[in-house]
């Protein structure tokens, strides 16, 4: 092993992208397993593709045991930080490395690793280079054959990527499994497992007839855990066939859920990796949010078998090119099978959250990064999340049979290969006579596009006026932006609430209007009275919409908007105003009657979305609100919000309680009504526990509760200061759960989130709890990604939040640098805080540069702030 003293990291920039001097057509890996000291042989056939007869392999925290070139020891090579540097080479040949690596001391989790007593690797983006000195890019794609050896009773089950060709036992109780990937593949999607789990099989039979084993691996005794995993699976590989026209292409589908995981999940060709969050759900410790997430993230790995997988990425800085178009394909799967218009009002809160906050954010870059340091800080909202909201643009503006027409001549063209986001947008282009010459620029432009909106009535002329300017702010690293292609969907409606035509030139116009000046102006005809406009509806940009509404206009959108994400985002809306004139006053602001009215008629509606009834009475979060100021005055946002919270409750209490009780639990199920209901029931018990009266009611629900989602739903509701049983509750709660960590998440974050400065005692209590481990990212990212996301204590005058959260990142940083550099973005934005924050956030950045074992990861983040 190689000690790991400190380079100073390098960054890495787009525009240097060359290809390799080599490429390797196949790879041929051996795998002798043992927990302290596990040896690959790597055998490579490798062509050259230049005249350029050297080759630099990638490589870290290997011991190197011996390389021959066409079968002879090769002495030709140099060995330096990172890399294996081999000259003189022949223009064919075969390579041969031998390597070690320690599993067992691997905690940061990336390469090959131990998780619980199982074996498992993790290679995106550049995990591989620690299993094997290898190309570790994703533009070299190789045909991959494993073979595995282990212990045959601690490993019965030995699994890599593709089909199994071959098997057999050793005479020394081992055994072995050799499998064949048919199809060529970057490294970064190869996988290993070896362990002993229950397996839970079954199969699917593509529309081509072809049979398809499924089987999903899990610890022993969690079988029934699995089914929805297995439920989710198949519906995703039949609507991807019904909606996108593609199928899977190999004879089996494992999927293996593991405790110890940095992410979600990974796509690994055939043998799909994922956090047993995401696999793992019965009635009684799932709640539905997370039977939600577990469709939601089996459907984005098995769709990237076509977007990523089938066409991969030529560089990291396309990684776009797979997450936002995979994310824009999950997304869809669970509207077409969920409710389209709460997967709607989910994602827009992503990105006008944390997406608008990574943009205003040191570390903000365009969807497609220009410059990187650690690829592994690049897995992020803007990439994902932003990724996605451009290619929705890209089908509002094309319309589904034009779009999928794009996704059929990008398969024609790229199958196979490793492709670059132009290359995706030229097919969209190409397929649909649709001009995205300017619209391109969203792939390159960081930062979020400030859209104002201003009108005019002309009551002489009958027209009505909208001057729509659109704005950039300069971001972090970049400061010129141009005039973006941004459609606009609108709607007019008249004082009763019904649809005004849109009329220019005599025309009846569509409702998407298509931005691509730095001004428009629009001169509806024919109209009669000052209407009411609906803005961007749908969401149809990832912008912020400046318009001044005033509070009447927002109660009739509220009301009689033809579209539900307009009703709800028309309800966000008005809460905003009242939130602003308290942050700008200092004072509390009381809703009008006119504004409780229009709640009550939202919350007692019978005919509606009882889930999308919750959605429309929540206020936006506080994480999105900071993103409204500048300068972020903590102490009035958070007063501002409890007001208004108070203020609902108070206001609608009888209606709030009726609704709670009409809404008593069912018989369980899992239907979209049946989360609606229980969604409804816990909103307004979380409502009601702000009136300090309702301790009974929770008390009630958390003990006759048949279901997690009720159960943690009066767990959340008890998470306040004006509740006497929150801590019997959670001591009941851990008592049933203590032995199951993922259950026990639920509890982590409760006492993270804890909504007062005495979360950080309850956070350094739970430390100590027998189901925390510093060493699981599962649960890390509750208790500590809990308290860092609680704006009450982590912004706690005396700096108390921060200090803690520098040195739990210290720590992390010697154990997963990955974890540590996802929990460390709130401290990066210490520059729009008040002096005093702002000297002690910045303190603990300057206390981490400092540290001369500073990983990658956290480098990059705090030299962006600190710049
Ligand atoms: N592609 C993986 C993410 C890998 C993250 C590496 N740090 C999961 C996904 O997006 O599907
Ligand atoms: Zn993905």
């Not at 308290?582 to 009381?590: I, K, L, P, R």
């Not at 609100?625 to 009035?636: C, F, N, P, R, T």
């Not at 982590?748 to 189901?771: C, E, N, R, T, W």
């Not at 303190?843 to 981490?848: A, G, P, S």
Request: net charge negative; hydrophobic share 40%; charged share 25%.
């Amino acid at each position: 092993m190689k000690d790991a003293s400190p380079i100073q990291p390098t960054a890495k920039y787009r525009k240097d992208y060359a290809a390799p001097s080599y490429t390797i057509t196949s790879v041929d890996l051996r795998f002798n397993l043992h927990e302290t000291a596990t040896q690959v042989i790597a055998t490579s056939q490798l062509k050259a593709l230049g005249c350029d007869d050297t080759l630099e392999l990638q490589g870290e925290q290997l011991v190197l045991k011996g390389i021959t070139v066409n079968g002879s020891q090769w002495s030709d090579y140099e060995e330096k930080e990172g890399a294996l540097i081999l000259s003189n080479l022949p223009t064919e040949f075969e390579l041969v490395i031998t390597t070690e690596t320690n599993p067992k001391a691997n905690t940061a989790l990336e390469g090959l690793y131990m998780s619980g007593g199982a074996f498992c690797t993790q290679c995106e983006a550049e995990g591989f280079r620690r299993i094997t000195y290898f190309l570790d890019r994703p533009d070299v794609l190789a045909k991959y054959t494993t073979t595995v050896e282990a212990d045959k009773a601690a490993f019965p089950f030995l699994l890599s990527n593709g089909n199994k060709i071959a098997q057999g036992d050793t005479s020394n109780g081992r055994h072995w499994v050799t499998w064949q990937d048919p199809h060529p593949k970057p490294s970064y999607l190869f996988a290993l497992v070896a362990g002993d789990f229950d397996q839970l099989v079954d199969t699917f039979t593509t529309r081509s007839g072809n049979q398809v084993a499924l089987e999903i691996f899990v610890d022993k005794g969690n079988l029934s855990r699995a089914e929805h995993a297995m439920l989710s699976l198949k519906n995703s590989m039949k609507w991807d066939e019904e909606r996108f026209g593609l199928e899977y292409d190999l004879d089996i589908y494992m999927i293996v859920a593991v405790d110890f995981f940095n992410m979600g999940a990974m796509e690994n060709k055939g043998l799909n990796v994922f956090n047993s969050k995401f696999v793992l759900a019965d009635q009684d410790s799932a709640t539905d949010a997370d039977y939600l997430g577990i469709e939601a993230v089996i459907g984005h790995e098995y769709f990237h078998n076509w977007t990523g997988n089938r066409v991969t990425c030529r560089d990291w800085f396309q990684l776009s090119l797979k997450e936002g178009l995979t994310v824009f394909r999950d997304q869809e799967f669970s509207s077409d099978l969920g409710s389209r218009a709460v997967n709607r009002v989910n994602n827009v809160s992503v990105i006008r959250g944390p997406q608008f906050a990574e943009d205003a954010s040191p570390m903000s870059h365009p969807i497609r990064p220009e410059k990187v340091i650690e690829m592994n800080n690049f897995y992020t909202v803007t990439v994902y999340e932003k990724g996605s909201e451009v290619i929705r643009m890209i089908h509002t503006l094309l319309g589904e049979s034009k779009f999928q027409a794009g996704i059929k001549l990008y398969f024609e063209r790229h199958d196979g290969t490793a492709a670059t986001c132009d290359d995706f947008v030229a097919a969209m282009q190409d397929a649909s006579g649709v001009d995205l010459s300017q619209f391109k620029l969203w792939y390159s432009q960081s930062g979020t596009p400030i859209v104002t909106v201003k009108d005019h009535f002309d009551e002489q002329a009958q027209t009505y006026s909208l001057t729509i300017a659109q704005h950039t702010p300069e971001t972090a690293t970049q400061k010129d932006k141009q005039p973006l292609h941004i459609p606009f969907d609108i709607e007019l409606y008249d004082d009763k609430g019904d649809v005004v035509p849109l009329i220019i030139n005599e025309k009846q116009q569509p409702s998407l209007l298509q931005l691509t000046q730095a001004s428009h102006t629009f001169v509806f005809e024919n109209i009669k009275h000052k209407p009411t406009p609906s803005l961007l509806r749908e969401f149809t940009a990832p912008v912020k919409l400046e318009y001044d509404y005033t509070e009447a206009q927002l109660v009739l959108l509220m009301k009689c908007a033809t579209n539900e994400v307009a009703r709800w985002d028309a309800t966000q809306s008005l809460m905003g105003l009242y939130i602003k004139q308290m942050v700008e006053s200092g004072q509390t602001v009381a809703l009008s009657d006119k504004v409780l009215e229009a709640l009550r008629s939202i919350l007692t509606d019978k005919q509606a979305d009882k889930a999308l009834i919750a959605e429309a009475l929540l206020p936006p979060p506080y994480n999105e609100v900071s993103g409204w100021y500048e300068q972020v005055d903590v102490d009035a946002i958070l007063t501002a919000l409890d007001a208004l919270r108070l203020d609902i409750a108070t206001n609608l209490e009888p209606q709030l309680k009726a609704v709670y009780l009409s809404l008593s639990a069912q018989q369980y199920d899992i239907s979209h009504q049946s989360m609606a209901r229980r969604k409804l029931r816990n909103v307004c018990l979380r409502y009601l526990s702000r009136t300090g009266n309702y301790d009974e009611e929770i008390k009630a629900q958390f003990e006759s509760s048949d279901n997690m989602t009720d159960s943690s739903g009066a767990l959340i509701a008890a998470n306040t200061e004006t509740v006497s049983v929150r801590e019997q509750l959670m001591q009941a709660f851990s008592d049933k759960w203590s032995d199951n960590g993922l259950v026990m998440d639920k509890w982590f974050v409760l006492q993270g989130q804890y909504p007062s400065i005495q979360a950080l005692d309850k956070v350094k209590a739970a430390l100590d709890h027998s189901a925390f481990s510093m060493q699981n990212p599962n649960r890390v990212r509750n208790l500590i990604g809990g308290f860092i996301g609680n704006p009450y204590a982590f912004h706690a005058k005396d700096g108390s939040g921060y200090r803690f959260t520098g040195e739990m990142l210290a720590k992390l940083n010697e154990s997963n640098p990955q974890v540590a550099s996802r929990l460390i973005d709130p401290l990066l934005k210490f520059a729009r805080y008040d002096d005093q924050r702002k000297a002690l956030m910045k303190k603990e950045l300057e206390t981490l540069r400092g540290n001369p074992n500073l990983a990658r990861d956290l480098f990059e983040k705090v030299e962006a702030a600190l710049k």
